[in-house]
């Protein structure tokens, strides 16, 4: 077991031992609930959804990684959970159109969306939290009517009779993004616990969970556009909030929430370690701090590209191109889980940080479509290595009493970072054209080698 897992991760099983078992100096013998008549008796079986290893051993085929990940999670987990993260992923474009539809300004349209933004980073780490102390089920089921309400809530602001005010649509607008559920940060928490610590097994978890957040925030922004465009402004709120009432739920009380389940006080006390003053925090705090730098990539790349496209008279076509960086790292990210074990989380974080940075001055080059294309699969491909790097760092520095809160402190960071990159990337864009907003890009891509590097250095062997 990598000693990096925490311990409180329950053990992978597997087949049992006749022979004699052996023991350590340090550590006496387990005695059976035979040998010791006051011996607690046996905890109930959890589902076979929720037990770490459950079903056959993994095989070494490129299929049989992912089928795996079938078999952990049990039946239905996997489109569960893509779909109950659409939400996430739809709200702030959502925001965006709705008000912009209802107000005749683009302003207010931006500013509803920055306050789904703002409230998501609030809100996301408080659920995240909560999760840690009572459990993913509970908070998840009261997130999922909360977020409902709140849609509620925003379409009767945007269309109130007297016409939509500013401050009461923005208010809306950021009670809808602190109470949108964090599927996606919660499922990696329970992904830690059904691979019982094998670093491959939950490379590919990890893997997978990156594509999907890439796929949805891809399809998530398409249905906005395509409801909105086909029908009204308002009905994609109207799918955000079907989904949310049923899927998140469904997500919820799954049978692998088991795998996560709630730290009570006691426990909490028994599994923290003696911290290192000051060093504890900092490893927690540079993951957060490299999806800051991820999101600003994000943020300032979207806004050049649109740029870029109303440079050309293609304004409408930034989506489009961003959705080819986001497919070239959803790729990428898959292939994670074939990379050698020997090849450390720390050095992955490094050299896929520096990929980006070698990659992302490409963007100032191309002067037509063709060549973006080119450039944007090229760029993409360190990209999602490096969310599912992070991902495997943030679970690992974090005590297990707090893996809920740190992960959905990660997924906050991206979109803190996104708000962050698309208004640095607004202003160059004013001054510079494309290029200009471009280098905000190639800025955070050099943050982020800055952050992996001191986070190398701190995990050196001897520190």
Same mark, same amino acid.
């Given at each position: ?41 046996? =905890? ?80 996301? $780490? ?5 999760? +840690? ?12 009517? /909360? @977020? ?13 009779? /007297?016409?939509?005010? *500013? ?30 610590? +094998?670093?491959?097994?939950? +490379? ?8 999907? +957040?890439?796929?949805?925030? *891809?399809?998530?922004?398409?249905? *906005? ?10 009905? $994609? ?16 009380? @799954?049978?692998? @929430? ?16 003696? =911290? ?81 940075? /070698? ?25 999602? $290595? ?13 005590? $297990? ?32 054209? @494309? ?11 050099? =943050? ?16």
């Amino acid at each position: 077991m990598n000693p990096l897992i925490p311990s409180t991760v329950p053990e992978r099983t597997g087949p049992r031992r006749t022979g004699p078992r052996r023991t350590s100096p340090e550590l006496p013998a387990r005695s059976s609930a035979a040998d010791s008549p006051a011996a607690e008796p046996p =905890a109930p079986e959890r589902p076979a959804a929720a037990r770490p290893g459950a079903g056959r051993r993994p095989t070494r085929s490129s299929g049989g990684r992912y089928a795996r990940l079938l078999r952990l999670g049990g039946r239905g987990f996997l489109p569960i959970a893509f779909v109950a993260r659409l939400p996430l992923a739809m709200t702030t474009v959502g925001a965006l159109t709705l008000a912009t539809a209802a107000t005749g300004s683009y302003a207010v349209g931006g500013l509803a969306a920055g306050a789904v933004g703002v409230g998501s980073a609030l809100g996301g $780490p408080l659920m995240g939290h909560l999760a +840690d102390r009572v459990g993913q089920r509970a908070v998840l089921l009261v997130s999922a009517l /909360a @977020h409902t309400v709140a849609i509620g809530l925003l379409l009767v602001t945007a269309h109130a009779p /007297a016409g939509p005010a *500013v401050p009461p649509l923005a208010a809306a607008s950021l009670l809808v993004g602190t109470t949108c559920p964090q599927v996606g940060p919660l499922a990696r928490v329970r992904w830690r616990g059904l691979t019982g610590g +094998d670093r491959r097994e939950l +490379d590919t978890a990890l893997s997978y969970e990156s594509t999907a +957040d890439e796929l949805t925030f *891809v399809l998530g922004p398409a249905l *906005v556009g395509l409801l909105a465009s086909l029908l009204a402004p308002w009905t $994609p709120f109207v799918l955000v909030a079907a989904l949310t009432i049923t899927m998140v739920p469904c997500f919820a009380v @799954h049978p692998t @929430h088991l795998a996560a389940p709630a730290a009570a006080g006691g426990r909490r006390r028994r599994s923290a370690a003696p =911290a290192v003053p000051g060093r504890d925090r900092v490893l927690v705090l540079l993951p957060v701090l490299g999806m800051v730098a991820m999101g600003t990539f994000f943020g300032a790349v979207q806004n050049a590209l649109s740029a870029f496209g109303g440079e050309l008279g293609v304004r409408s076509a930034a989506g489009l191109l961003y959705a080819v960086l986001g497919v070239s790292s959803a790729a990428a990210a898959l292939s994670v889980a074939w990379w050698p074990q020997r090849f450390r989380p720390a050095a992955r974080w490094v050299v896929s940080a520096g990929a980006m940075a /070698a990659l992302s001055p490409l963007f100032l080059l191309p002067g037509g479509m063709v060549p973006m294309l080119g450039v944007l699969l090229l760029a993409g491909l360190p990209v999602g $290595p490096t969310m599912v790097t992070i991902y495997t760092i943030g679970g690992d520095v974090a005590r $297990p009493e707090r893996l809920g809160t740190v992960m959905t402190m990660l997924a906050s960071g991206v979109v803190l970072g996104t708000a962050v990159g698309a208004a640095l990337a607004g202003v160059m864009a004013e001054t510079a054209g @494309h290029r200009g907003a471009f280098t905000a890009a190639v800025g955070a891509a050099c =943050a982020m080698v800055v952050i992996s590097a001191a986070l190398a250095l701190l995990q050196r062997p001897g520190r």
